[in-house]
């Protein structure tokens, strides 16, 4: 692709990200912007006129699968040789290069988790603390070494922070412990991940021969996600820098929602304070969601008043979509039923089920969900749980293909891989069961899922497929496994779908009770604008009066929403983000001989385009249609499950059957209510 050619791909302000490819550039790019798009342009647009040298060029965001996805794009806009890490994954691959050097010997083990280490260094100052007070000092021992707060310093900064100390321990006692946890790690010989960026760190700030080598490698910096940046991590990409300023940040503050784990927006909202010169750009058209999606995020921050940081506002580019659906369950168990049921007429009306997300708060949530779901037959996938490369069904099929990749040579990707995974017990009809062997079967029909795409690739074989599986190993870049998503707000973050179903919505969870001060609250409403910008099409939105069937109906509804649906609603009830309240009718007052007719025209379509009928609408549906009566366009589309392509493919021939009995008489229930 040539250089111009790569700029017609672009919008007008994506082209200015583009073409900006010298000094400090800072991004602002909301949700669904196209900011990866834009920056890997960029970076494909700076090697294509020369500008830089692929090995120069230093891309780093915060999780795998984001480097995944850029070093994937950065292949297919056909450059090579960019390096796209993590902050972790770079900084760990520096400190194994200058290690050896600078302080001799091997690397020290890196410890995966904290437990062990606090649980030893609490007993030897006489701290009793339980399991779950582990994991709470473990948090904060993290918190502290990314804010750069050494142990002297805890007390007085946490102080500022507004920020309690935890699992019922006093600040001092936390110092203390902050002091015991380095000292055991010594006595150990083992460094943890905040270590590798503060040693790489120090070593490049006390040695100028090293920093010289590593500012040679990389003299331009892409930093993704950067209103997440940690004040270590900006301290190890300012040792990175030296007194250069290529750099090109990208973040959008409203997306701000780690600033528990010490991420912060104040370096994105600061960068041009801190380079005068930097050219500054903002991306606003939203690609991802319907006009509807858009407008109910936008809504969300404005609520916020001064509370809202640097937030943008974006501008739908989709055409309309179904109206966004706010519905009050009786308790938790019928919030889940609700929504599993809502997931299934999806499905059968064509979203794939992969194309399917719930979200919730708390991961505590997600077990009446996996429950509901897997009575209504419908698969899952529960985000946050092992990982995709971690599965022994996958590690055996990957040691499969790699031996067949030394003798597979007329096979194409796809057929290749077929073939051994039969072996490994991968069928072509997936299993009718669920439980473990249906996931047995999702996972290997992931990869043949992945081979499909490697095979696109000219001149693909095999050994390509085995390289990107590695690659995608290494970078815990997992495929695409089919099955309704089940993740909290925060697992969510860089993702997007078909349909989205955003639970839980009630206080005490959104915001969440321990959300104790104004700024923690704040953050709890970005938390909800990140979920609602995930939808690309379908959002529904829900919450349940009480947590258990016939339990005391004590929940309110989130106050986020409280500008936006201003009256109670109630159960079962839905209405659009924005306008007056709408309730779908009663499918009892549906006109039997009007059901009928529709009916019998279904029949028809299904017979003429050679689908089953349920694919052209289904019963529920076609029962809505008798009840209201629709007049127009308008009135069909807040029909569940008719949206606009069907209402172009059928809306026409819908509204002429429905024109007579319309006329006919009064309809017992509808939009109105009764």
Request: proline share 5%; charged share 25%.
């Amino acid at each position: 692709m040539s250089a111009d050619a790569l700029l017609d791909a672009l919008d007008p302000d994506q082209r200015a990200v583009a073409l900006a490819l010298t000094g400090p550039v800072c991004v602002l790019a909301g949700a669904g912007t196209g900011k990866t798009r834009a920056i890997t342009h960029r970076i494909a647009y700076g090697v294509r006129t020369g500008t830089y040298a692929p090995m120069n060029v230093l891309a780093v965001t915060f999780t795998a699968r984001a480097a995944g996805e850029m070093r994937t794009r950065l292949r297919d806009l056909g450059v090579a040789g960019v390096q796209a890490r993590t902050f972790h994954a770079a900084a760990l691959r520096q400190l194994g290069f200058f290690w050896p050097q600078v302080v001799g010997g091997a690397v020290p083990r890196l410890v995966d988790h904290k437990a062990r280490l606090v649980g030893e260094a609490a007993a030897g100052i006489g701290l009793s603390v339980d399991r779950l007070g582990v994991r709470d000092l473990a948090s904060e021992i993290e918190w502290a070494k990314v804010s750069l707060v050494p142990a002297d310093d805890y007390v007085a900064a946490a102080a500022a922070a507004d920020r309690p100390p935890p699992a019922g321990f006093d600040a001092a006692s936390v110092a203390r412990l902050l002091t015991a946890y380095e000292e055991t790690k010594t006595d150990r010989g083992v460094i943890d991940f905040e270590d590798v960026l503060l040693v790489l760190a120090g070593i490049l700030q006390s040695r100028r021969d090293v920093a010289e080598q590593v500012r040679r490698q990389y003299r331009h910096f892409v930093v993704d996600e950067y209103q997440d940046v940690s004040p270590l991590q900006q301290h190890l990409l300012d040792q990175w820098l030296g007194d250069r300023h290529e750099i090109c940040v990208v973040g959008d503050p409203s997306q701000t929602i780690y600033s528990f784990t010490g991420a912060t927006p104040y370096h994105l909202l600061s960068f041009t304070q801190r380079h005068p010169a930097a050219q500054a750009v903002r991306l606003v058209r939203d690609y991802r969601s319907t006009p509807q999606v858009v407008d109910l995020a936008n809504r969300t921050l404005r609520a916020a008043g001064r509370d809202q940081i640097g937030g943008l506002e974006l501008v739908a580019q989709r055409p309309p979509g179904p109206a966004v659906g706010l519905t009050a369950y009786d308790d938790d168990e019928a919030e889940a039923a609700g929504v599993a049921a809502r997931i299934g007429r999806l499905i059968r009306a064509g979203t794939p089920a992969r194309e399917v997300a719930v979200l919730y708060r708390t991961n505590a949530q997600s077990e009446a969900f996996e429950q509901a779901l897997a009575d209504a037959g419908i698969g899952y996938l529960v985000r946050g749980g092992e990982r995709f490369f971690a599965r022994k069904e996958v590690r055996d099929a990957i040691v499969l293909l790699r031996g067949a990749a030394r003798s597979t040579a007329d096979e194409s990707v796809g057929e290749a891989t077929r073939n051994v995974l039969m072996t490994a017990g991968w069928s072509p009809e997936p299993p009718a069961a669920r439980g473990a062997l249906r996931e047995r079967w999702d996972s290997l029909q992931a990869l043949v899922g992945l081979a499909d795409e490697v095979g696109g690739r000219e001149g693909a074989t095999l050994v390509d497929l085995v390289a990107e599986l590695d690659e995608r190993a290494a970078a815990q870049h997992a495929p695409a496994v089919d099955g309704v998503t089940l993740a909290s707000l925060h697992a969510a973050k860089g993702l997007e779908w078909d349909a989205v179903f955003l639970t839980g919505l009630s206080e005490g969870l959104v915001p969440i009770s321990l959300a104790e001060t104004d700024a923690a609250v704040a953050e709890e409403r970005r938390l909800l604008y990140v979920g609602i910008t995930r939808a690309r099409e379908h959002l529904e939105l829900s919450w349940a009066r009480a947590r258990n069937p016939g339990g005391r109906s004590s929940r309110t509804r989130t106050r986020f929403l409280d500008r936006i649906f201003p009256d109670a609603d109630g159960v079962g009830r839905r209405r659009p983000a924005a306008g007056r309240v709408e309730r779908p009718p009663d499918r009892a007052d549906a006109d039997p001989v009007l059901l009928e007719a529709l009916r019998e025209w279904r029949r028809e379509v299904a017979v003429e385009s050679h689908k089953p009928a349920w694919t052209v609408l289904t019963d529920a549906c076609l029962e809505e249609v008798a009840a209201l009566r629709p007049s127009s366009t308008s009135e069909l589309a807040r029909v569940r499950g008719i949206g606009p392509a069907k209402i172009d493919r059928y809306g026409p021939s819908l509204l002429a059957i429905v024109a007579p009995a319309r006329d006919a008489g009064p309809r017992a229930g509808g939009l109105g209510g009764r």
